[in-house]
C-alpha cells in the first residue's frame, strides 16, 4: 500500500469517529443547558467539522467540503452566539452530519456523491448565504491545515471571512547546533518565508569566531527576518515547524501579535492587541494540548515531529485480529485434543508430560481471554444512532419521546456489537409507533406528554443483556390472539398462554397494516428482529403490562468465538451444552417424574415441576424411551430463564469449545445453536436451551398423550 | 492430506477433436455416478473431493441431509444425492466420494458413488430436458448432455439447493457473515 494509500485509509478511519463525535455533539445541544455543557458540545463538534473538511480537501470531493465547511460555519456561530441552538438548528445540524456520512461513505468507495444534498440549502439559508456562492477553495485552504489537525491538537480557527490588514512579522531566528544535527537546513526556512510574502533579511554573522576556533557542526549565524503578509498566523509559523522544538525562533507582529510555539512545533498566536478580526482565541475550553489518547500515535502525516510520548493504545486492523482469534480458536482444539490423547497415558509414569499438559491448559485460556478483550468493546457504538433515532421517528409520528441510555460502557465482542444496531433500531422505531401513545391519549391516562424509552446493558452471568422498555400502552393480547385465529395460526377455542402469544409476535407474516393500525401491537419485522438476534446466538424475551409499557430483553453471549461447554453423550451421538445453561445434574427417583397428559413427562425437584426431554430420542438416535431413573437427567434454565430437564445417557467432562457457525453453510437447526469441533476433529453439536424447550412443548402437543413423550 | 484428498483421473475432456469447433465455446462439467445413472455438473461449482468421512448427524432433517462434517476448521453439511433423488439412502463405503460443491456463498458437500471424468463439450452437446423424463431427479435437471451415444444429466445445483434443502438466509444484513468461527 501506498503512503497516499495508508494517509487515506486513515483519514477515512478518523472520519468515522470525527462523526460519531460530530452526532454526539448535536445530540448533546438537544439537552437544556446545565453547566455549560453547550459551550464545550459546540467547540467538540466544531473542531469534528473542521478536521473532517482538513482532510475532505486532500481525499474527498467537493461536496464533502463544502457540506463540512457550511456545518463548520453554522457551528462557528452558535460558538461565537451569533445563532442559539433551537430544535429545529440541531435537526439541521443532525441532517448535516447524515449528509456527511454519505458523501464520506461515497468517497471511501468511490462512488460519486449525493449530489447537491438538500441539507446544503438548509444550511445556506441557515447563513444567508446565496446558493450560487462558492465553495471554499479546497487545496489552498486544507493543506496548511491538515497537519496542524492531524496532531488535534490546536484546533485552527477557521478560514478567516475577510482578508485582514497585512501585518508585519519580525522573526528571530538563530538555528542552533542540535538543528542542523537533525539536518535542518535554515537556507530552507527562509525560503519558505519568502513564498509568503516580501521579505527583509538581516544576518546577524558577528558570532563566527576566528578560523582555528570554528566548530564545523556549531551554528553561529543568526537572522533577523521582517515579513510583510496578511496570511494567517499559523501560516507564517508553518515554515518552523519542523525547527521549533529544537531552536524555537521569536515572532512577533507590528500589532502586539506573537507567536508561540507548542512541543510539537505547532505554532499559535498568543497574545493579540489587535480587535480580533478572525476568531483566533478559542473562548471555549479545549482538551489538553497533546494527550496521548486523542494523538494517533501511527500518524503518518509528522511521524518525525520530535519525541512524542508512549501511545497508550493503537490502531489496529480488525482483520488482524480476527486472524488471532481463529488461530487461538485452533488452539484451544489443539489442547483438546492433546488432552484427550493423554487420558489413556498413566499419570504417574508421565508426570512433566501432565504438568506441561496442565500449564498448556490454562494458558491457552488465558490467552484466549485476552484475545477476546482486545475484541471487546463497549455497546456504546451501537447506542449511538439512537438518540436520533428517537427524536426523527417522534417527530414522524407527532408523539414526543425521549430517550435514557443506561450502561453504554458495558463492553462484549465487536461482532455482537456490529449485530446489535439493527435489531436495536428496529425495536425503538416500534415502541415510539406503537407502544409510545400520542400526547393528548397519555395527558388522559395521567401519564406525562413525553414518552420514555429506556435502554439499558448489562453483564448478567457471563453473557450480556440489552433491555428495550417503553412506558406505552402495553401489548394488547387479546387482538393478538383475536388475529392469530383470524389467521389460522390458532385453533378456535384455544387458550394458550401469554407466553405463547407474544411468541405470536415473532411469527413471519403474522401482522398486518389492520393489526397494527387498531392496535398497539408489535410485529412489523419481529421475525427480522429475532432472526438477527439468534444468528449472534441470542435470545428475545418479551414482558408488557397493559396501560404500563412493554419491555424485550435481549440476551446475548459476550464472545461469538469460544464458550465452556458440558460434552455429554446421547444415543451414538456427542453434544455440548454450555455450561451457563447448567443447574444441576441428578439421577431421579421414579417418584419424582410425573406424566401431564399433552406435555409429556414432567420432573419434579423440590417441589418444582419441569418438563423433561430425551435428548436421544427426540434427536431420533434412539426410538425407544429411555428410563430416567437409570440415566442422568441435567436440569437446564434457557436465557429467558425457562427450565427444561434433559435426560442424557452420560456426562463426559467440561471443555472450552470454539463455537463454528452452522448457518454459514447449513442454516438453523432446531435445538441447535452452533457447532463445534473436538479434539478428534469430529463436529459436535451445540444445544439451544430454549430451542430444545420449545421443540419439545411443540412435539408433545402433536403426540398428545403419549405418556413417554 | 493424502487420506483425505485426492485428484480424480482427468483426461483432456470428451471430445478433443482437431478441427474447430463452429458449434460454440467449450465448457467443462465433471461427472459422477449416482446410484448406477450419470450426471454432471459445471466444473466451476467444484470446490474439491474428499474422500467419505463419517458425518455428525443434524437432528430432525431429511434423510438427504447425512450431516456436517469438520472441513479444516468449518463446518460443512453432507447432502446424499442418492437419497436426493428418491432412491434411498446411500451406504457409504471408503470409495464413496464427497463433491465440494459451491452453491450461491454457501459451501456443501455431495455424497456420490464415484467422480468418472472431466468432460470438455461445446455448447451444442448441450440439450433440454426432455418433457417426458419422469425420473425422481428430474427437477433438478437443468440440462441434458449427449456424449457418444451416452446421455448425462445436467444437474442444477441452485434447483438442488431451492427451497428445502438450505434454507433461505435470515433476512436483512446478515449478521452471521461477520461472525468469528
Known amino acids: 500500500m501506498s503512503e497516499l494509500d495508508r494517509l487515506r485509509r486513515t483519514f477515512f478511519d478518523e472520519c468515522e469517529e470525527l462523526l460519531a463525535s460530530l452526532q454526539d455533539s448535536v445530540t448533546a445541544l438537544a439537552a437544556p443547558d446545565a453547566g455549560g455543557q453547550h459551550a464545550a458540545a459546540v467547540a467538540a463538534a466544531f473542531r469534528a467539522a473542521h478536521s473532517i473538511k482538513g482532510g475532505a480537501g486532500a481525499f474527498g470531493s467537493g461536496i464533502l467540503v463544502e457540506v463540512a465547511h457550511l456545518t463548520e460555519t453554522v457551528l462557528d456561530a452558535i460558538r461565537s452566539g451569533r445563532m442559539a441552538p433551537s430544535d429545529a438548528l440541531v435537526g439541521t445540524l443532525l441532517r448535516a452530519g447524515d449528509a456527511l456520512a454519505d458523501c464520506v461513505s461515497a468517497d471511501r468507495d468511490g462512488v460519486p456523491p449525493p449530489e447537491n444534498p438538500p441539507v446544503l440549502a438548509e444550511l445556506r439559508r441557515l447563513l444567508g448565504t446565496p446558493a450560487d456562492s462558492t465553495p471554499p477553495a479546497a487545496p489552498a485552504n486544507t493543506l496548511p491545515d491538515f497537519p496542524v489537525i492531524r496532531a488535534d491538537t490546536a484546533p485552527v480557527p477557521p478560514a478567516p471571512p475577510a482578508a485582514p490588514p497585512p501585518r508585519v512579522w519580525t522573526i528571530d531566528f538563530a538555528p542552533n547546533a542540535k538543528a542542523l544535527a537533525a539536518g535542518h537546513q535554515p537556507l530552507l526556512v527562509l525560503r519558505a518565508l519568502k513564498a509568503l510574502g516580501p521579505l527583509q533579511t538581516v544576518c546577524d554573522s558577528s558570532h563566527i569566531p576566528p578560523l582555528d576556533a570554528l566548530e564545523l557542526t556549531e551554528s553561529y549565524l543568526r537572522w533577523t527576518l521582517s515579513l510583510t503578509t496578511d496570511i494567517a498566523p499559523e501560516v507564517v509559523a508553518e515554515p518552523f515547524a519542523f525547527v521549533a522544538p529544537l531552536c524555537p525562533p521569536q515572532i512577533t507582529a507590528n500589532d502586539g501579535s506573537r507567536i508561540g510555539f507548542d512541543p510539537l512545533g505547532v505554532g499559535s498566536l498568543l497574545t493579540t492587541d489587535s480587535p480580533a478580526p478572525v476568531q483566533e482565541v478559542d473562548p471555549t475550553p479545549l482538551p489538553e494540548p497533546v494527550s496521548p489518547e486523542t494523538d494517533p500515535p501511527l500518524d503518518p502525516v509528522r511521524p518525525w515531529a520530535g519525541p512524542q510520548q508512549a501511545a497508550s493504545s493503537i490502531r489496529v486492523d480488525v482483520e488482524r485480529i480476527d486472524r488471532l482469534v481463529n488461530m487461538v480458536g485452533e488452539l484451544v482444539i489443539t489442547q483438546a485434543m492433546l488432552a484427550q490423547q493423554a487420558q489413556g497415558l498413566a499419570e504417574d509414569r508421565f508426570p512433566m508430560l501432565f504438568q506441561g499438559l496442565e500449564d498448556l491448559a490454562s494458558h491457552t485460556r488465558e490467552l484466549q481471554e485476552s484475545v477476546m478483550a482486545i475484541r471487546a468493546q463497549p455497546v456504546k457504538s451501537a447506542f449511538a444512532r439512537l438518540p436520533r433515532l428517537v427524536r426523527e421517528t417522534a417527530q414522524a409520528l407527532g408523539k414526543r419521546a425521549r430517550l435514557i441510555l443506561i450502561g453504554e460502557e458495558t463492553e462484549v465482542d465487536k461482532s455482537v456489537v456490529e449485530g446489535l444496531s439493527d435489531p436495536l433500531m428496529h425495536l425503538i422505531r416500534n415502541a415510539i409507533d406503537h407502544g409510545i401513545e400520542p400526547p393528548e391519549e397519555r395527558r388522559a391516562a395521567g401519564k406525562p406528554e413525553d414518552g420514555t424509552i429506556t435502554v439499558l446493558a448489562e453483564h448478567r452471568s457471563g453473557r450480556i443483556v440489552i433491555q428495550v422498555s417503553d412506558d406505552g400502552a402495553g401489548i394488547n393480547l387479546a387482538a393478538i390472539k383475536r388475529k392469530a385465529i383470524e389467521q389460522g395460526l390458532l385453533p378456535r377455542g384455544a387458550d394458550p398462554s401469554d407466553d405463547e402469544l407474544y411468541e405470536l409476535m415473532f411469527h413471519p407474516g403474522f401482522s398486518t397494516v389492520e393489526l397494527i393500525s387498531n392496535i398497539s401491537g408489535r410485529g412489523v419485522g419481529m421475525d427480522v428482529v429475532r432472526a438477527n438476534v439468534n444468528a449472534l446466538g441470542g435470545r428475545i424475551l418479551v414482558r408488557s403490562y397493559k396501560g404500563r409499557g412493554t419491555a424485550f430483553a435481549l440476551t446475548l453471549p459476550l464472545t461469538l468465538a469460544v464458550m465452556d461447554g458440558m460434552l455429554l453423550q446421547a444415543g451414538d451421538e456427542t453434544y455440548v451444552l454450555p455450561i451457563a445453561n447448567i443447574l444441576e445434574s441428578l439421577q431421579p427417583a421414579a417418584d419424582a417424574i410425573h406424566h401431564l397428559v399433552g406435555r409429556g413427562p414432567v420432573l419434579s425437584v423440590r417441589g418444582q415441576y419441569t418438563p423433561m426431554v430425551d435428548l436421544a430420542r427426540m434427536f431420533g438416535h434412539r426410538s425407544d424411551p429411555c428410563d430416567p431413573t437409570r440415566a442422568l437427567v441435567v436440569l437446564c434454565e434457557a436465557e429467558d430463564g425457562g427450565k427444561v430437564a434433559l435426560v442424557v445417557d452420560s456426562l463426559i467432562g467440561q471443555q472450552q469449545v470454539v463455537i463454528k457457525s452452522l448457518e454459514r453453510n447449513y442454516g438453523h437447526c432446531e435445538g441447535i445453536s452452533a457447532a463445534t469441533i473436538l479434539g478428534d476433529g469430529r463436529v459436535a453439536l451445540i444445544l439451544d436451551v430454549a430451542g430444545l424447550r420449545l421443540l419439545a412443548a411443540r412435539r408433545h402437543r402433536r403426540e398428545g398423550d403419549d405418556p413417554h413423550g | ?181
Open chain 2, 1 to 181: 492430506m493424502a487420506d483425505t484428498l485426492f485428484t480424480p483421473f482427468f483426461n483432456d475432456g470428451i471430445p478433443t477433436t482437431d478441427d474447430d469447433t463452429p458449434s460454440g465455446p467449450m465448457q467443462q462439467y465433471v461427472s459422477f455416478t449416482v446410484g448406477g445413472s450419470e450426471f454432471a455438473v459445471d466444473i466451476l461449482a467444484i470446490r474439491e473431493f474428499k474422500r467419505w468421512t463419517e458425518t455428525t448427524p443434524l437432528p430432525n432433517t431429511p434423510p438427504y441431509v447425512r450431516g456436517v462434517i469438520n472441513l479444516r476448521g468449518v463446518v460443512v453439511p453432507i447432502y446424499d444425492l442418492r437419497a436426493r433423488f428418491g432412491q434411498g439412502p446411500t451406504q457409504p463405503t471408503a470409495t464413496h466420494v464427497i463433491m465440494m460443491v459451491a452453491v450461491s456463498e454457501r459451501t456443501v458437500g455431495l455424497l456420490v458413488d464415484a467422480v468418472d471424468d472431466v468432460l470438455t463439450v461445446p455448447q451444442s452437446a448441450l440439450s433440454a430436458v426432455p418433457e417426458t423424463d419422469s425420473t425422481a431427479s428430474h427437477p433438478f435437471l437443468q440440462a441434458v448432455l449427449t456424449i457418444d451415444e451416452r446421455m448425462i444429466a445436467v444437474l442444477g445445483l441452485e434447483r438442488l439447493f431451492s427451497g428445502e434443502v438450505v434454507p433461505p438466509l435470515p433476512l436483512g444484513p446478515s449478521p452471521v457473515s461477520r461472525q468469528s468461527p
